[in-house]
């Protein structure tokens, strides 16, 4: 069964970076759309930043100028490299692939919209 494992996660403190990794386990996402979202603690589902297959990329406000989202050249790892960090981007962070009617980060998905989740990787920054 194809997964998605993220890594990279980590204590910074405020002003630092990070660099997250999704990595798929036997398939290639080509034609997926790739996203990150993330639960801070006691909130809900949010999303971070997409990319779509034809390379569209599309981020959330909060963190536009400070995520890039990108994906390596044979299509098996997804990215968020994550600079600038404060504390309010704690969360637990989840790469997704699917295959939705948009690949916008900033509509309002349903979990089934993505057919593939990761298991998460904790982000906490301090201040």
């Known amino acids: 069964q194809d997964q998605l494992m993220e890594s990279g996660g980590g204590s910074v403190q405020s002003g630092g970076s990070l660099r997250l990794s999704c990595a798929a386990s036997?398939?290639?996402?080509?034609?997926?759309?790739l996203a990150w979202f993330r639960r801070a603690p006691g909130g809900e589902r949010e999303g971070v930043a997409a990319?779509?297959?034809?390379?569209?990329?599309s981020y959330t406000d909060s963190v536009k100028g400070r995520f890039t989202i990108s994906q390596d050249s044979a299509k098996n790892t997804l990215f968020l490299q994550m600079n600038n960090l404060n504390p309010e981007d704690t969360a637990t962070y989840y790469c997704?692939?699917?295959?939705?009617?948009?690949?916008?980060?900033?509509?309002?998905?349903?979990?089934?919209?993505?057919?593939?989740w990761g298991q998460g990787t904790q982000v906490t920054v301090s201040s």
């Open positions: 997704a692939a699917g295959i939705p009617l948009t690949c916008d980060i900033n509509y309002n998905f349903e979990n089934d919209d993505f057919g593939y």
């Open positions: 990319l779509d297959n034809d390379g569209t990329v």
């Open positions: 036997r398939h290639t996402w080509g034609s997926y759309c």
